[in-house]
């Protein structure tokens, strides 16, 4: 059974990246205004006499504006967010249905959205409250301009809105917002890893002492984890605890989330301490795993790669994407190891090596497009310039894609102009690299 009810600081984050976040602040906002505006009013002859001068002559026949008001409110809001719903289609089809969230939960998004609400909602106010008596009129006067203002705002808004989507979809913005959004969250976690305690251990340490099993009480993409309170807890039983998962990666209720090394017997209100440390979110996070920024561009490419679509330069684009956050990853290890003040270990867990990562963003991308010649040569150039930024331990990786990539160039490169193009390119550019100097013969 889930026990996210009794989380109440998962609750609230799940409140915050929800798409009600923003609306919900600013319908509020408005309630609240309107409140101000009618509850109580004031009497004409505590008002300035500037503002009595502004008085409607008879508020209360007003209520038909106010209708009108409302429902062109209810149909520019219908009318918006149907343009979302076709904009999201023609997202999900032309890039990954995985953006389809991100573009309806923009902050911007919402924010438009909570002014439409906010505004039907004031207006509904004005239009439920009785008639004010005739020495009130000025008042009731002043909260139907602001009606008026409110709507020309929001429709100030919707032209804003317009551009916004159009311009959300275009793919220059998806990947330079994926990639903002990647580069980010993995400054993000470099500098919360700057710190000694934060280590990355190559060689695992054995288990020699007893092992005890804490198991997940959900199903959920395991995101993150507070790890410093996962290592006090390792060190309120002079244990280590191991993490049985890659952040980022889903698992089912009842697995095997962590195992707890230490000789001492853990009780169930540890466990429970233990478990609601795990993150869950319904889906992938950039903010919490930088990795998924990088598996959503490889997705954008390789869609762009169908025969469906067609568009080796989306596919190029988000290539120097990745290229550059995977140089970013090269000049920095991400700690595995969480330590004491003593510097003992008290929490481990598994991170990806740069050769997996590597291999699960180039070679669906080399697969899909094994008959695009261009597509080939920007993988090389990817991988000649990340070799610039490699240690030896990972040059290797490099040289068996690239080697791997020229495989796929030489079957393509079939008629000897384009050969002779190939071998121009082989060994342009620096790189650190052993490649040949020319393709091997081609044999007709």
């Not at 149909?75 to 969230?101: E, I, R, Y």
């Not at 049985?244 to 009780?267: W, Y």
Request: aromatic share 8%.
């Amino acid at each position: 059974m889930s026990t996210s009810v009794l989380r109440p600081a998962q609750l609230l984050r799940n409140f915050y990246n929800s798409i009600a976040y923003f609306p919900s602040l600013l319908a509020m906002a408005y309630v609240s205004l309107g409140l101000v505006a009618l509850l109580p009013p004031l009497d004409d002859n505590q008002l300035p006499r500037l503002i009595t001068q502004l008085s409607l002559e008879s508020p209360g026949n007003a209520r038909s504006l106010l209708a009108a008001l409302l429902g062109g409110m209810i149909s520019l809001m219908v009318f918006s967010f149907s343009m979302v719903m076709s904009v999201l289609s023609q997202a999900g089809g032309n890039f990954s249905q995985k953006l389809v969230f991100g573009l309806v939960s923009e902050r911007d998004h919402q924010w438009v959205l909570g002014n439409y609400l906010g505004t039907i909602l004031y207006v509904l106010m004005l239009l439920i409250v009785p008639n004010v008596h005739e020495d009130q009129e000025t008042w009731r006067s002043i909260a139907i301009y602001l009606a008026c203002a409110m709507v020309i705002h929001c429709l100030a808004l919707f032209v804003y809105f317009i551009h916004n989507v159009s311009r959300s979809i275009q793919i220059d913005t998806v990947a330079r917002d994926l990639h903002i959004a990647t580069r980010n969250s993995m400054e993000h976690q470099r500098q919360k890893e700057s710190t000694e305690q934060w280590r990355y251990l190559p060689t695992p340490i054995p288990i020699t002492a007893n092992r005890y099993a804490v198991y997940t009480d959900q199903a959920g993409y395991l995101q993150s984890a507070d790890l410093t309170a996962l290592a006090t807890l390792a060190e309120s039983l002079d244990g280590v605890i191991h993490l049985r998962f890659r952040f980022g990666e889903h698992v089912v209720e009842n697995q095997p989330a962590m195992i707890l090394e230490t000789h001492q017997t853990p009780d169930e209100a540890w466990c429970k301490s233990a478990r609601d440390t795990l993150v869950y979110l319904d889906g992938e996070s950039v903010e919490e795993c930088f990795s998924h920024g990088m598996s959503q561009l490889m997705e954008v490419a390789i869609k762009a790669l169908s025969p469906g679509i067609n568009d080796p330069g989306t596919a190029t684009l988000c290539l120097h994407r990745m290229t550059d956050l995977l140089c970013r990853y090269l000049q920095w290890q991400p700690a595995n190891t969480l330590v004491d003040s003593e510097g003992r270990r008290r929490v481990s867990w598994p991170v990806e090596r740069f050769d997996s990562l590597l291999h699960r963003l180039f070679v669906p991308i080399l697969i899909y497009g094994e008959q695009d010649q261009g597509i080939q040569l920007e993988l090389l150039k990817a991988v000649k310039t990340l070799s610039l930024f490699a240690e030896s331990a990972n040059l290797d990786a490099l040289q068996s894609m690239a080697e791997r990539i020229l495989v796929v160039l030489d079957d393509i490169c079939e008629h000897f102009m384009d050969r002779q193009f190939v071998n121009e390119q082989l060994n342009g550019g620096d790189h650190c690299l052993d490649l040949p100097t020319l393709l091997p013969d081609h044999e007709n």
